[in-house]
């Protein structure tokens, strides 16, 4: 390794250190229960989230093929010193071991980066992130592992519901004249729930089809079902036989309208007309 490169490796372990050097952030905002965060304006949009029966969802383990799921940050808050991410369950439940959302992961490493480098003087809960919204581009999006996202079935007991939802709050923390850092603003995402795969009949419910008649198999239904096939094998074997014969008929009315028109024609033939 050359001198050069050593100093570059040496500049990028700098930058990534830096963040030891920013200010502790102070003030927190109290969001941890449903009752604070109800006030909060619903801002933050859903990104590649899909609509069930329930509302917005999170297909966890379908196919991604690029599509990863994230939120839009609102505009306002891209110029803020950096912006705190927390996933919720969203009941009035107490913040505990059992309800506690573990955030998804980052599809950018540098957001990844990021957040262990800001946590190191900053602790959060894992269910929360660190961001800084001058790594983010112009239009504020911030995409996550799908397959990273916890279940709603996991928090049936916490929530009291067979399809618990979620919700994301972002906290806007910014400088103040003195130079402290402290959270200003907080907005919501709109709820959904994390499922694993869309079952099918749940998609046809969604459509607002009616789902396909499924009966029992019993002995005797499987015995009335084998005789309704003889019956309908039979059944297929005299039409065939009916259409054979049907084919025949018109063979033969074509042969004997031949034989009319030549004896017509033919002085010596017609005496073959009387016998037809």
């Not at 809960?125 to 990273?148: A, C, T, V, Y």
Request: hydrophobic share 35%; aromatic share 6%.
């Amino acid at each position: 390794m050359s001198a050069y490169d050593s100093d570059l490796d040496d500049d990028e372990d700098v930058d990534h250190l830096m963040c030891l050097l920013d200010d502790p952030v102070v003030d927190p905002v109290d969001i941890d229960t449903r009752s604070k965060r109800s006030t909060l304006p619903s801002r933050l949009v859903l990104i590649n989230f899909t609509l069930n029966e329930n509302g917005d969802v999170i297909y966890r383990d379908s196919q991604v093929l690029g599509a990863h799921t994230g939120i839009r940050l609102p505009s306002d808050m891209l110029d803020c010193e950096r912006i705190l991410l927390s996933l919720f369950l969203d009941y009035d439940v107490p913040l505990s071991i059992s309800s506690t959302v573990a955030a998804p992961e980052f599809v950018d490493l540098n957001l990844k980066r990021t957040h262990n480098d800001i946590q190191v003087q900053n602790k959060i809960g894992k269910h929360q992130l660190w961001i800084r919204p001058s790594e983010l581009d112009d239009d504020g999006i911030i995409l996550f592992k799908s397959r990273l996202w916890q279940l709603s079935q996991g928090f049936r007991t916490a929530a009291g519901v067979r399809w618990p939802k979620f919700v994301i709050c972002a906290t806007a923390y910014r400088r103040n004249d003195a130079g402290i850092v402290s959270g200003k603003e907080s907005c919501l995402s709109p709820n959904f729930e994390v499922r694993s795969k869309e079952q099918s009949n749940k998609t046809r419910a969604a459509r607002g089809e009616s789902e396909p008649i499924r009966r029992r198999r019993t002995p005797e239904t499987e015995a009335r079902a084998a005789k309704l096939r003889e019956v309908q094998t039979k059944i297929m074997d005299m039409r065939s036989a009916i259409e054979s014969e049907g084919r025949k008929t018109s063979g033969y009315k074509t042969r004997l309208n031949f034989i009319h028109a030549i004896a017509g024609t033919c002085p010596e033939s017609r005496d073959i007309l009387s016998l037809f």
